[in-house]
């Protein structure tokens, strides 16, 4: 079941085209990865999402609503926290938690006691007192206090330390888990990496990859570290090796996935003495996309 929808979601700002015929949808229960460098359109497409920018053409539709139209019924059923959260300076933490927690209308007071503690949040100081990401903490603690269907998740962890970054993806996984939906906009590749389903791409405005994990990996390359008996030959020669560098460790190159087998069957003639292989990240998959459409911007 669809949860978020865009069809050829374009917004320009004068004679600048922010986003390029944007196409994303989200399902029940999934947790959705969006990544691109700073300026690429993440931040505009989410505020067309939230009903805060209007669409110069397209539709975004959320639980089968207009974004636009119907931002107010919209909101009642969504949690977003954005990546720099501006705070009350003279409510204390606990007093916008539950500022929060009242205007969706809910009392879950267990989830939220759990969630401080979690978080390792004082409540008792002013939010004028607090550091990036304490203020972050704030909004990630009445986010996953309310029973929100759709979690808009704009660079959450900024400023957070890495101990809390694990705690926030544990509480992403609990809205997995109790069947919700995440769209996680992120520039840390290791957090989508271990918490998203689907990723999508965005260059400059457009949507240039979607598709599970395993279904991109076939644009990136396998990490080699070979010792062998004997020195390897002709490893040059091949199609789809890459960045073959010589050290104490051996002998260490990328291979495209397509020719790994036959890379393999090559360095076996070898005598093999070590071989360590490791997956490709979303990071090698991310850097290479954006070297092939002339850097990152």
Known sequence: ?????????????????????????LMKGEVFGFIGPNGAGKSTTIRVLLGILKATTGEAKIFGKDAWIDAVEIHKRIAYVPGDV???????????????VKLRGGNHKS?????????????????????????????????????????????????????????????VLEAKNAGKTVLLSS????????????????RQGKIIETGS?????HLTRTNLIVKTKRPITALH???????????DAGLSFQVDSEELDLIIKHIG?????????????LEDLFMRHYENKGGVS
């Not at 994990?213 to 990996?217: H, I, K």
Request: net charge negative.
């Open 269 to 281: 003639q070898f005598g093999i003495l070590k071989l360590e292989s490791s997956p490709p990240t």
């Open 1 to 25: 079941m669809s949860v978020l929808k865009t069809t050829n979601l374009t917004k320009k700002f004068g004679k600048f085209t922010a986003l390029d015929g944007i196409n994303i949808e």
């Open 86 to 100: 501006n705070l009350w300076p003279n409510l204390t933490g606990g007093e916008v938690i539950d500022l929060f």
């Open 187 to 202: 520039h840390i590749l290791s957090e989508v990496e271990k918490l998203c389903d689907r990723v999508g791409i965005i």
């Open 111 to 171: 989830r939220r006691e759990e969630l401080i503690k979690k978080f390792d949040l004082d409540t008792s100081k002013k939010c004028r007192t607090y550091s990036k990401g304490n203020r972050q903490k704030v909004a990630l603690v009445a986010a996953f206090s309310s029973e929100a269907d759709l979690y808009i998740l704009d660079e959450p962890t900024s400023g957070l330390d890495p101990l809390m970054e694990q705690v926030f993806q544990e509480c």
């Open 237 to 247: 020669e091949f199609r789809g090796v890459h960045e073959v560098v010589e050290n």
């Open 213 to 217: 994990l395993s279904e991109l990996r």
